[in-house]
């Protein structure tokens, strides 16, 4: 079994900034890209930004220069630093993980349950 929990999410006014964290566990082989994505209500889920596991990083335009994301491969954790955040960027944020729990079997995606981001005044 391979989970994966979000934290960090909250409730920030606009300007604001909020870290969160993703945390993977159970039987894992080797972790490849991670991402976060987000879905605010009445939307549909947009790609917020991923990072492979070589570190390479690549974001949605809304979120350029002003989201990071990064990854400690020895937690097997990703972290979204969200700065500068706008009442825009609410949503739930969920993260996502191509995971290979043995050496003979394959990579599959694994999701997050999800984490409230909530940017108002």
């Known amino acids: 079994q391979v989970q994966l929990a979000e934290s960090g999410g909250g409730l920030v006014q606009p300007g604001g900034s909020l870290r969160l964290s993703c945390a993977a566990s159970?039987?894992?082989?080797?972790?490849?890209?991670m991402a976060w994505y987000r879905q605010a209500p009445g939307k549909r889920r947009e790609l917020v930004a991923t990072?492979?596991?070589?570190?390479?990083?690549d974001y949605a335009d809304s979120v350029k220069g002003r989201f990071t994301i990064s990854r400690d491969a020895g937690k097997n954790t990703v972290y979204l630093q969200m700065n500068s955040l706008k009442p825009e960027d609410t949503a739930v944020y969920s993260c996502?993980?191509?995971?290979?729990?043995?050496?003979?079997?394959?990579?599959?995606?694994?999701w997050g349950q999800g984490t409230q981001v909530t940017v108002s005044s």
């Open positions: 996502y993980a191509n995971i290979q729990i043995a050496a003979a079997l394959g990579q599959r995606g694994y």
């Open positions: 990072i492979t596991r070589g570190g390479s990083t």
């Open positions: 159970g039987n894992i082989f080797s972790i490849y890209v």
